[in-house]
């Protein structure tokens, strides 16, 4: 199955009162562009979040969205620095040897000086932050592919309509190509008939001229080769996986045929065909451009 670069997905990932939420959005992109925006305290997974996400895609324009929300009762406790406090004691220690004053320092007066204790906020370990984010980035990515599977079903589906249109044109192209040649050999015997009123007509020059033109508009090579890239394209698209750059080669490549077949028609009814071919083929590389 192809996937569509185009898709979204989202999912919440909870526990212990903390949900992490992600939501993945991604649009038409030659190579693989992912752009993550993640809220400070997750700003350290930002390597696991890119390392994850290309498992699941290959190409696309990919903007990732995290948020975290922690409801636990557990956001600040308070902290004793003994550091701290060891210092404040050092530096009083100092001043009471150095100025002769009585050192009256009491656990309580110690307590009051700043830093000594603090209200710090309590978020959950690193591991737990880790887990669960990688649930969600996981159920994401997954929500994310589905998304891309479904609207490339549809993709495929309306390129194999298009195809099949393509081989259509092709074959009215391949049938009409001896007529072309017959009504030329019918005008120019008229013409040479009338040149020559009663004169014996040379078969062998007529023939020979008549091959000369056939040479000139035949286009069995290109129709050949139209209908080995069509046949190639609906492989593709069965064989599934990230084929977008390979269809979008074959469909230069097609364009090509196209415009040599425009060139080469000397016939209303074949340029008028290969005119509807060439904007087939236009409608199916626009389209190539949204599969990954």
């Known amino acids: 199955m192809i996937k569509s670069m185009t898709g979204f997905g989202r ?8 949900k992490i939420t992600v939501e993945i959005k991604a ?8 752009n993550i925006k993640l809220p400070k305290k997750l700003s350290n997974f930002e390597i696991i979040i890119r390392s994850q996400l290309k498992e699941y895609i290959q190409r696309g324009k990919v903007d990732v969205y995290v948020s975290c929300e922690d ?8 902290q004793y620095h003994e550091e701290m406090a060891g210092e404040y004691l050092n530096y009083l220690n100092t001043m009471a040897e150095t100025f002769h004053l009585e050192n009256d320092i009491r656990v309580s007066t110690l307590a009051r000086f700043p830093e000594v204790f603090t209200m710090e906020e309590q978020n959950a370990s690193e591991t737990e932050l880790e887990t669960i984010l990688e649930e969600a980035v996981k159920g994401a990515a997954g929500n994310f592919v589905d998304s891309r599977i479904k609207e490339g079903a549809n993709l495929e589906a309306d390129l194999m309509g298009k195809l099949d249109e393509m081989l259509t044109h092709v074959a009215f192209i391949e049938a009409h190509a001896p007529q072309i040649i017959a009504e030329y050999r019918r005008k120019l015997e008229g013409k040479v008939k009338e040149l020559l009123e009663d004169k014996q007509i040379d078969e062998s020059r007529i023939a020979a001229e008549v091959t000369i033109y056939a040479d000139k508009i035949c286009v069995d090579e290109e129709t050949v080769r139209l209908r080995s890239h069509i046949g190639a394209v609906k492989n593709e698209l069965l064989s599934g996986g990230s084929v977008g750059r ?6 230069q490549e097609m364009n090509r045929e196209a415009n040599t077949i425009l060139s080469k028609a000397n016939d209303l ?3 008028g065909t290969g005119i509807e ?11 190539i451009q949204n599969i990954e």
């Open 269 to 271: 009814a074949v340029s």
């Open 71 to 78: 409801s636990a009762q557990r956001n600040s406790a308070l």
């Open 246 to 251: 390979k269809l979008d080669f074959i469909a």
């Open 11 to 18: 999912y919440e990932a909870v526990r212990d009162k903390l």
């Open 27 to 34: 649009v038409n992109h030659r190579y693989l562009d992912i």
């Open 277 to 287: 071919l060439k904007t087939l083929i236009e409608k199916v590389r626009e389209q």
